[in-house]
């Protein structure tokens, strides 16, 4: 336990649309990251994938998600990487354009 | 005026992942888990509630709330107010007993902001969780977490809030305790109660209809609010605002989400109303300090992180 953050990766997360980049750790979501870089280049809400506020397209650059709230990425947003920030965990170097809060419309 | 509708009952509210999300309302919140039925949802309550159940977690792709029932006292006031939300223009829906494991026929009706309710008058009582009936002792020592007693209330966001008033006065005999009006006189918030308690159900107007701002849970002093924060800070939960006080209803409080981003509340205190007393009017130039008291501050997040 001890240090794990300090050994885990470290990835370079561009963030185009306000020219801001923060450092992303390894296994910790690309949100919370941002958040403990002291960037504000991402809308922070629940941190959980419910409220959509947080919602980024991801342009460049792998990465892992965890369900996040159908009423705000459906099926193709995910395939186009249209993600939610608090969910999402990079892989690698990203490039992302964030303040996408723009819901898709989507069945309960 | 009262029509026999006591108290909230339950509230069943979706999550992305119901073992996450038992670690926040079973492990941290401190309700204990009575149950799980034949779907895969799991069944709560506060320790002091004498019903067998007042939360029900349901795993889907969408969080937010799937409704909210208010208990009444008698079958009789099921049907007399079945009758009357026809007559409103509810659509109405009679959900059959045992749909929820230990739970009598519920009559559903949606509300013109947009949210589903319920009304039921039966429900197994399996008594306080882990104190005797007869000469019981001042708590059990088995809680967990913040150890919450009860499911106190929710905040809903809605835009028609007009129409959710008048159906829950007019039909449910609910009574507005505290309101927030903007400069045309035009009513933005409504804190309404079935009973002594300053809220029974909020509603706050927002453009979209049918959100989900946060379920509450009843804590007894400021000094387990205090205690709240700090495991809220050990565990890494996601903070929206406090420890602080509301100036609407002065309960002391602090808000969080659990890990599908629902916001929960924990509170102590508050004010009182009985039915003679008008309600207590916040004007919309004072609305950061009707919501919190000290920084007298609206965040951002508190009024648009809905699910
Ligand atoms: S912050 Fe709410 S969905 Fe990411
Ligand atoms: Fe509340």
Known sequence: MRDRKLMAKKFQVEVVNCQQSFTALEGCSLLMSMERSGTQAIKVGCRGGGCGMCKIRVMKGRYISKRMSRAHVSESDEQQGLVLACRVFPQEDLTIESDLIVDSVSEK | ?307
């Open chain 2, 1 to 307: 005026m009262k029509k026999g509708v006591m108290r909230p009952g339950h509230i069943q509210l979706r999550v992305l992942d119901i073992e996450e999300a038992l670690k926040h309302y079973r492990d941290l919140i401190g309700l204990i888990e009575v149950h799980r039925d034949a779907k895969g949802r799991v069944y709560l309550k506060g320790w002091t509630e004498v019903d067998k159940f007042s939360v029900v977690l349901r795993e889907a792709d969408q969080p937010g709330m799937d409704f909210v029932s208010y208990k009444c006292v008698s079958e009789a006031v099921v049907d007399q107010l079945r009758d009357e939300l026809v007559a409103f223009g509810c659509n109405v829906e009679d959900i059959p007993a045992d749909e929820l494991d230990g739970c009598g026929r519920r009559v559903r009706f949606d509300s013109p902001t947009g949210h589903m309710f319920e009304v039921f008058a039966t429900k197994e009582q399996t008594g306080k969780w882990g104190v005797s009936a007869v000469n019981p002792e001042a708590w059990p020592r088995e809680l967990t977490g913040m150890k919450a007693t009860r499911f106190d209330h929710c905040l809903l966001y809605g835009d028609d809030l007009e129409g959710s008033l008048k159906l829950f006065c007019d039909v449910l005999g609910f009574d507005i305790a505290e309101q927030v009006l903007d400069e045309n006189g035009e009513r933005i918030a409504q804190f309404l109660t079935a009973s002594l308690k300053a809220h029974d159900v909020a509603f706050i107007k927002h453009p979209e209809k049918g959100k989900f701002h946060h379920a509450s849970f009843y804590l007894n002093t400021w000094e387990e609010v205090l205690r709240a924060a700090d495991l809220i800070s050990m565990t890494d939960t996601s903070l929206d605002i406090g420890p602080t006080r509301h100036g609407l209803t002065h309960g002391q409080t602090i808000y969080f989400f659990d890990p599908s981003g629902n916001r929960s509340e924990v509170f102590c205190g508050g004010d009182y109303h009985y039915p003679d007393h008008p309600p207590v009017t916040w004007t919309a130039d004072h609305l950061g300090k009707a919501i919190f008291y000290h920084t007298r501050e609206l965040n951002e997040r508190f009024l648009t992180a809905l699910t």
